[in-house]
Each structure stands twice: as C-alpha cells, then as structure tokens.
C-alpha cells in the first residue's frame, strides 16, 4: 500500500515538474493573475461585503423578537409582586417575558435600502471586472515588453557576432600588411563595446522578467518562460469605422460604466430612502411576562403558569420637527445623486476618448512600424556596401562602425515599433469587444 501510495506522489510530482517547465502563453499569464491576484481577491471581498449588505436589508423586514428572564433575592423591605404589599422577610422573585416588533410603514425605507444595496452590490461586481481587465492590459504590455527584449537580444548577439567575424578578416588583413593595426585595435574596442550591450540587452530581459512575475504575484523562478510566438504584423489597424457606435456599444458593455450607472441608481435610492423619514411611521407590538415570588403560597410552575399576562400595541410615529435635520440629509442626498451623474457622464467621456486615442495610437504606430522597416532596408544595403569597401581597404574603422551602428540602431527601432504596434492594436481589439490574446 506504502509502495502504491509512494508511486502516486512521484506521479503527481513529475507531472507537476513538467507544468512548471512549460512556457506560459498570454492567455495562461492572464488566466493565473485574474485567479490569484491579491488586488482583485481583495476587490473579490469589497463586492461579498455589499452582498452581505444586501441579505441584511432583506432580513431586516422580519420582525424583531427577544425573550429575557431574571432571578433575584431581597433581604429587608421589599415589594412582593403577588401581593403588591411591602414585606420585611428574604425573598426570592424570577420574571420571564417575551416581546416581538414588527415595522409596518416607515416610508418604505427598508425597501428602497433593498434595491440601493443591490444596486452596491452590482457595482462592486462591475468593479472586480474592471480591476481584471486593468491587470490584463498591465500583463499583455509586461508579456510584450519581454519579447521586445528578446529581439533587441538576438539584435545585440548578432553585431557581435558580425563584429567577431569581422575581426578576424581583419586581423588576416593586417598579417598581410593590407590593414594597418590601429584598424584591428578599434575593432577590439567594437567588440568589448558589443559584448557589454549583449549583457545589458540580458539584464532587461531578467528586469522585464521580474516586472512580469510582480504582475502575476508568483515567487521568483528561473524556470518562469513565456512563449515566444509567431506574431504576425497586419498591415494595417483594424480600423473603427464609426467611433460614435463602437461607444454605445461599449457603454453598454465596459464594466467602469456599468459600475458608475449602478452608483447613480443606488444614490437614487438613497434619495428616497431620505424623504421616506418625512412620512409617519407605523410599527406593531405585542408580548407576555410572567412572574415568581417565593413569598406566595403557589409552587413555582403554578405561579409561572397562572402569574402572566400579555400586552399589545400600535405605535404611530409622526415626524413634525427635528432641527431640520431631515432636510438637510435629503438637500445633501440630492448633492450626491449629482455628482454621480457627473461621474457617470465622465467615465463615458473618458471611455470615448480612450476608444478614439486607441485608433489614433494603432495607425500611428503602424505608420511608424512601416517607415522603420523601410530604415532598416535601406542601412542594410547601405551597411553592405561600406562592409565590402572595408574589406579591401577603401574604407576606415570609424565609418565601418558608424554604419554598423546605425543598423544596429534602425533595427532595435522596429523592433520596438513592431511590438508597439501590437500592443497598441490589442488595445484597439479589447474595445472592440476581442479577448487579449496572440
């Protein structure tokens, strides 16, 4: 059984070992921060607290009922309750007694906190979304930023390597008398000056590794890999044909809106919970008590049985005056439900400017990604030919260099517009309403 069980654990770690290994894709980063993110677990129990809210305003239309007893010794003067006559002996006495309230009318108060309550707790749920979609966005740009690295990596390692072969032919040429040594010595400076970019290109990866993980809230694991996927760059942005409706669209569909429409309604409701404490209120009561002296001749369960009696009542409040504290908590009510509509009208303009940014964003980037490569072409052939004069002499080590650079420099530029513009054209997808993904 030992054997079997044993098994079973080397079962489930190897499996385990072999997960951990597994590069982790957008949607797997995405799919673990939105389960185990301590901003959205505790955003998660802001919106289970105004459920609570919620069943507590509906419990509250129940009745109240309460039930009470006491004992007590008397020595001296002391009233008997059996025969309502002053008695100079010891005396012990109990009481047990039960009452129930209930509230009939109170300007329908409790009933509105019913529907602002759901109101809250239907915001709170809008505002986790909310929260998981920010963390989405924050993840895909911290996934990107990683592959940005990467290629400015495999950019760096390849001037290197050029730089490395280069040295070489150069180092033949100045046996040969062909190329003088100070050509040979600045390209040994070139080299030590690539290797450090190769090592810095390393450690931004290892920072932008580290950004992620934060992100993710995962302890630190070397053996923490993304997938480096095959992106394909469209070759131009998805476009938003009308603005205007891709916004209604999205008002009725983005969580932030969502959430600032429930607030509006649930000051609303608070509103008329305000002006119900201006109406008369109507509550209903009853209870029993009985009574114990053990000055009477009766046994206990006699005296408990034949000593109550029950009482009944209906209570009408009237409110006619309390420093007018009622209206100024309706005036200020009213204040509230106004500035709920402000910031409902500001998160639907802000939302139209971020959905008309979004395009604006995308084509720019596009734009930009377009003219990098047409860059990048032009100093590679422009590269080419100083690489072919250096050769044979007709050119200097400094003009080599410059030229190497500047395709080093023109590539690491579209690199970062590409992903620039993926970036961007995910932002202008997701409000369009397409999950993150690549």
Not at 348 to 371: G, P, S, W
Request: hydrophobic share 40%; glycine share 4%; charged share 20%.
């Amino acid at each position: 059984m030992k054997k079997k069980i044993s098994l079973a654990i080397l079962a489930i770690l190897a499996t385990t070992g072999i997960h951990a290994q597994e590069a982790w894709s957008l949607g797997d980063c995405i799919s673990y921060a939105i389960t185990n993110n301590i901003q959205i677990k505790r955003q998660e129990l802001n919106a289970i607290q105004e459920k609570n809210s919620l069943l507590q305003s509906k419990l509250n239309l129940l009745p109240s009922i309460s039930g009470s007893g006491s004992y007590g010794i008397n020595w001296g003067r002391s009233l008997d309750i059996t025969t309502n006559q002053y008695v100079e002996t010891r005396n012990q006495s109990a009481n047990l007694s039960a009452s129930a309230s209930a509230t009939l009318f109170a300007g329908l108060q409790k009933q509105n906190a019913i529907k602002r309550n759901e109101l809250n707790y239907q915001a709170a749920t809008q505002d986790v979304e909310k929260l998981r979609n920010d963390i989405s966005l924050n993840i895909a740009g911290a996934y990107l930023q990683i592959l940005l690295d990467e290629e400015r990596l495999l950019i760096a390692e390849e001037q290197l390597k050029t730089t490395t072969e280069q040295l070489a032919k150069t180092k033949i040429l100045v046996d040969a008398g062909s190329v003088t040594m100070s050509a040979y010595l600045d390209l040994q400076a070139q080299r030590a000056t690539e290797e450090v970019e190769v090592v810095v290109a390393k450690n931004n990866i290892a920072v932008s590794y580290l950004n992620l993980k934060q992100l993710l809230d995962i302890q630190t694991d070397d053996s923490f890999k993304i997938e480096n996927p095959e992106i394909e760059v469209l070759p131009e942005v998805r476009r938003i044909s009308d603005v205007n409706q891709i916004f209604e669209q999205n008002s009725a569909l983005r969580p932030e809106v969502k959430s600032a429409e429930y607030r509006l309604l649930s000051a609303r409701k608070q509103l008329s919970i305000a002006k119900g404490a201006d109406y008369p209120g109507l509550s209903i009561g009853g209870g029993f008590t009985t009574q114990y002296s053990e000055a009477a001749p009766n046994s206990f369960s006699d005296q408990i049985r034949n000593n109550y009696y029950y009482n009944f009542s209906l209570r009408l409040s009237v409110p006619i005056f309390n420093g007018w504290q009622t209206r100024t908590a309706i005036r200020n009510t009213k204040l509230n439900v106004r500035n709920a509509e402000l910031q409902l009208q500001q998160t639907k303009n802000n939302l139209y400017k971020e959905i008309q940014q979004a395009e604006v964003d995308a084509e720019a980037a596009l734009q930009r990604y377009h003219a990098s490569q047409k860059n990048v072409t032009a100093l590679q052939e422009s590269f080419r030919y100083v690489e072919q004069k250096f050769n044979v002499g007709m050119v200097n080590t400094t003009d080599y260099n410059i030229a190497k650079k500047n395709l080093a420099r023109a590539q690491s530029e579209l690199a970062q517009s590409k992903y620039q513009f993926i970036f961007q054209s995910k932002i202008l997808d997701f409000y369009q309403g397409i999950p993150l993904s690549l």
